[in-house]
């Protein structure tokens, strides 16, 4: 099994709709983030957790909102899709011990298109 | 000031050839610098990385280089394979907030 797994994989959605993808992983990390990658521009961090009660804004925060149910749950939330959010979104998770040289672990992925 | 620039955008390399991706920064609070590989339909996964301490390090046929003076590192990929063939990108750790910044990637083709 995956240790980072998003749902779902593939989603088509309409301008105005809310929508939220998820992310779990079994990797027993405290570190979760979510980015957004777009041809050309590379990853761009979107919002990042380092335990249950730290959130912080990444980037590119605007018209996304994020959730830390558990340690293991990171969800991704737009509350009023816009077509120009189309983008394929990550999950990424690292684990305990010094920050500066963590590796992140990415899921499969997540394409959105907002039509 | 936060950017990181990747350049070629592609790259086609024969079999057996040596590939060369360079990436260049500005802020130096930047103090990792991590390459990943990603392939398509899946996410980025770390190739190799490397501390603005040492010049060069090298695992297998991936090596990095580090020029810190220019503020610039690349990656070699010696004997390129088809299986080489992804989309590479460099990143780079702000210690300030512990964000990695990326690079736009670079799409490595290795021909047979």
């Known amino acids: 099994d995956a240790d980072v797994t998003q749902t779902p994989r593939n989603r088509i959605t309409k301008t105005g709709k809310r929508i939220m993808l998820e992310c779990s992983q079994t990797k027993g990390h405290d570190r979760m983030y979510w980015y957004r990658q777009d041809p050309g521009l590379g990853l761009r961090l979107i919002y990042y957790s380092f335990d249950v009660k730290d959130i912080n804004k990444g980037e590119i925060s605007d018209g996304y909102s994020v959730s830390r149910q558990a340690q293991a749950k990171f969800s991704l939330s737009l509350e009023s899709a816009i077509p120009n959010q189309t983008a394929l979104y990550f999950c990424?998770?690292?684990?305990?011990?010094?920050?500066?040289?963590?590796?992140?672990?990415f899921g499969p992925g997540t394409r959105l298109t907002v039509l | 000031q936060q950017q990181v620039k990747q350049s070629p955008q592609s790259l086609i390399v024969q079999k057996g050839g040596i590939s060369i991706i360079n990436c260049a920064y500005e802020n130096t609070a930047f103090d990792y610098f991590p390459w990943y590989q990603q392939f398509p339909g899946k996410g980025p996964a770390l190739l190799i990385a490397?501390?603005?301490d040492v010049s060069e390090k090298k695992e297998g046929r991936f090596t990095i280089s580090f020029n810190k003076s220019a503020k610039q590192f690349s990656l070699h990929i010696m004997d390129s394979q088809p299986g080489d063939s992804a989309t590479y990108f460099c990143?780079?750790?702000?210690?300030?907030?512990?964000?990695?910044?990326w690079g736009a990637g670079t799409k490595l083709i290795i021909k047979p």
């Open positions: 490397i501390r603005p």
């Open positions: 990424a998770t690292s684990g305990k011990g010094n920050y500066s040289t963590d590796t992140q672990y």
């Open positions: 990143a780079a750790l702000y210690g300030g907030n512990y964000q990695l910044i």
